[in-house]
């Protein structure tokens, strides 16, 4: 009896191999980079790269804020905002701009994780991260002590972020931007406490503030697989998640996919971004998510 149950767990062993094998073979089809083709992001050159990669670290500081003092290690994704990402999205700004919202973040989504990618790497991830150092310094957590690279709801925020900041959609529509964030809040008597302690950290979008902000499109339990007609209802940047993570659904080649700076899935499917009904199927084994939306 002993060597049979044996055979049958290794025979149930072998056929759960095959089935994982044969779903990650399915989230492996990659699609094509570049991932989108208006704005095209030119191979860094040597010294670029030695100033900016995921590897420097940055300088331990201390700030007040009232009567307490912060420390911890600061962002400097500004820099890289300058220095890189405006000369090579300038050029393309006033074909941006006559695109609809929807295709001005849709281009943004993509154009922004490719070009972090070919800075920092698959994975950028960096905890307190954001593109306009908003953030407090941080003194815990991955990456905490890296100069660059976006968190979770860092980079879910960005294409909005850079939508306001080129003056390609108002902030009255950018809701999940930190301009449209703190216009609602000023409209609806809100108090910006993001940052740690309870402080303000300039109207940053965390994954506590995306959770509650927006139209829901659509909500899965925990181990709930979405349905075709549920992915059809997605639209380029849909935020997706729940507070503590989330990443943000992009368009490429017609078909919805998910992108995020780190966390459970694009990482582990080698930094390319996942068909959204695998990723969301992926998403939602570990708890319920929702599906946000602020553009008309």
Known sequence: MKLKSRFLLFLLFVAASISFNCSNKNLHKDPPYPLQKMIVIPEPTAEQLTEFNADIESEFTTIEKGTKKISGYRTNNKLFLQKIITPIIKPHLKELVEKSPSEIINTLTLFGYEIFQKYLGQN???????????DDPQDRSHRYQCTYGLDCSGFAALPYELAVHYNLLPKE?????????????????????????????????????????GKVVFKLEKNQTPTPEQINLLKPGDIVGRSGHFGIIAFINGEPYYLESGGWVVPKNNGVPVKAIEALKIFAASGSITIRRCLE
């Not at 609602?184 to 902000?213: H, I, K, P, W």
């Open 124 to 134: 950028f991830y960096r905890w307190g991260g954001d593109i306009f150092d908003l």
């Open 173 to 213: 529509e950018a809701l999940f931007a930190s301009k449209g964030y703190e216009f609602y809040c000023s409209q609806n008597q809100l108090q910006d406490v993001g940052g740690r302690e309870e402080t303000s950290n300039n109207f940053r979008l965390d994954t506590r503030e995306l959770a509650e902000l």
